[in-house]
């Protein structure tokens, strides 16, 4: 083994025997994480690349789950009553023994106990907040006599314990329990929860909010009205109102609520980034030509990238030719922001379909700024097409291109099956620089298959570069092939 001395070969090729050996330590977390490590260090890719390539699709999903726990206001998941905070107190055994109950969700159990702590204990410091405790059990165990109940004894605490600790949490409670009852007909409380919709922008947003949320799941005919009249006010106290607003409104979608939408997005912008940038991205569910024609106003109008990222991400979920065709438009735009290109780029290299990664190719040349070229490479990749993967290694055999953007279509050339064991060899073989030798080198550590490995023993004979023969030393090290610790063995004993 030319280039490295006796004890060098065997210090490297004894700690890559341990890597292939099949021993505990080789598939602990800590090792798992030290193999990432040194795989991203030694790729060299471009880690904007790899993080953000799928960014425009963990996007929506993201922003989806941004918006959650909006969707079941009535739930109150998770909701546990605190440990005891009053220890020398003579209802905290019983107050303990309620909260017991209530954590381990036996209800009616929990009803019980805080009634029951009212009724041996009525000087406890814990007697305010039972009242609370007791309707939040009996409202997660249902039933209209449990609804009933429960607003009873949340008007009781609002009269009597005003700086209970569960205050703030009561009315909520109450705007819950009132939207239980009004989907079982009751009247009375439909009315309540209609007027507290309603209400003025500087009372209580989070109520507010609970209540339009209570109103839409009762009557979307009469929600929407009120949600209209919520987002047309544009006054500072309201604006986290209008975020919340947005979001119901796209759980309807109708006619109205996509009038809404527009005019958030595009015919009468709110004053609020935010506001304007859910309003965008909820267009993306709305499939007619007037929001496309919203969307493409954006692209050209405004000059806000976070807004235009949101109005590409909808134009891409269209699906559409027409929509295609905004996207290759924004693309070639010279004055457009890199960013926003960059992702019209990557939604253009989803659509096989359309010919996307064909249109890539020959968008490419016309590129200058090396990351939007790295989209399109990544973008062609996507395709296992065989006229897809020639460009990919063209890309990497180009000694015009950028030493990077060489090296990362080698990489997704690799990932996309271009690269076999004779190619593996030839690519080698026509590489003059270390860089390039080393990048081959670790896409074939990818390749978990006896060609790729056979490559590697190969480089590890006979490369006379001593950091070359390391290096595949070291991927061998974390090969599954059975053949590789004798391998390394022979290297020892050589």
């Not at 159990?109 to 009212?118: D, G, V």
């Not at 109008?301 to 235009?308: H, I, M, R, V, W």
């Not at 890199?338 to 989803?350: K, L």
Request: with cysteine.
């Amino acid at each position: 083994m030319r280039g490295m001395t006796r004890m060098a070969t065997a210090g490297l090729v004894l700690g890559a025997l341990a890597g292939a050996v099949p021993v505990a330590a080789q598939t602990s977390a800590e090792a798992r994480v030290r193999m990432e490590a040194v795989e991203a260090a030694r790729a060299g890719l471009s880690v904007r690349l790899v993080a953000r390539s799928a960014e425009g699709a963990r996007e929506g999903l993201a922003h989806l789950e941004s918006l959650e726990g909006l969707r079941d206001l009535g739930a109150l998941a998770g909701v546990r009553a605190p440990a005891a905070w009053l220890q020398e107190d003579p209802g905290s055994g019983l107050y303990t023994e309620a909260r017991e109950h209530l954590n381990r969700r036996r209800y009616r159990e929990a009803a019980t106990a805080f009634a029951s702590l009212r009724e041996r204990f009525p000087r406890s410091g814990y007697v305010g907040d039972s009242y609370y405790w007791q309707a939040f059990a009996l409202y997660r165990e249902g039933g209209r006599d449990n609804y009933r109940r429960a607003l009873e004894l949340l008007t009781v605490q609002g009269e009597r314990f005003r700086e209970a600790r569960t205050r703030s949490d009561a009315d909520e409670l109450r705007v819950r329990v009132e939207a239980q009852l009004a989907r079982r007909g009751d009247a009375d409380a439909a009315a309540n929860i209609a007027q507290q919709a309603a209400g003025p922008c500087n009372g209580d947003q989070e109520l507010r909010a609970a209540a339009l949320s209570a109103l839409l799941n009762m009557n979307a005919d009469q929600a929407v009205p009120i949600l209209r009249e919520v987002l047309q006010d544009r006054d500072e106290c309201a604006v986290e109102l209008r975020r919340r607003a947005v979001f119901l409104v796209s759980q309807k979608m109708n006619e109205e609520s996509v009038d809404l939408l527009l005019d958030l997005a595009h015919r009468n912008p709110d004053p609020d980034a935010e506001v304007r940038e859910q309003a965008v991205f909820w267009l993306s569910q709305v499939r007619s030509d007037e929001a496309l024609d919203a969307l493409a106003s954006i692209l050209r109008e405004t000059s806000d990238p976070a807004l235009q990222e949101k109005a590409v991400f909808a134009i891409s979920q269209h699906r559409s030719e027409r929509g295609l065709s905004m996207l290759r438009d924004y693309a070639e735009r010279a004055d457009g922001d890199p960013e926003v290109r960059a992702n019209a780029i990557f939604w253009i290299g989803q659509s096989d379909r359309a010919g996307g990664p064909r249109y890539l190719r020959e968008l490419y040349p016309r590129l200058s700024d090396p990351e939007l070229k790295e989209r399109v490479i990544f973008g062609v990749s996507q395709s296992r097409d065989a006229e897809n993967q020639r460009w990919l290694l063209e890309r990497a055999r180009d000694r015009s291109e950028p030493l990077e953007i060489r090296k990362n279509a080698l990489f997704w050339a690799g990932q996309s099956g271009a690269v076999d064991g004779a190619s593996l060899r030839d690519l080698y073989a026509s590489f003059e620089d270390r860089e390039m030798k080393e990048q081959i080198i670790f896409v074939a550590s990818q390749r978990n298959r006896e060609a790729a490995v056979d490559f590697l023993m190969e480089v590890a004979r006979t490369e006379q570069d001593t950091e070359l023969q390391r290096k595949a030393v070291f991927w061998l090290g974390q090969s599954k092939d059975p053949r590789v610790a004798e391998f390394l063995l022979e290297l020892i004993r050589r």
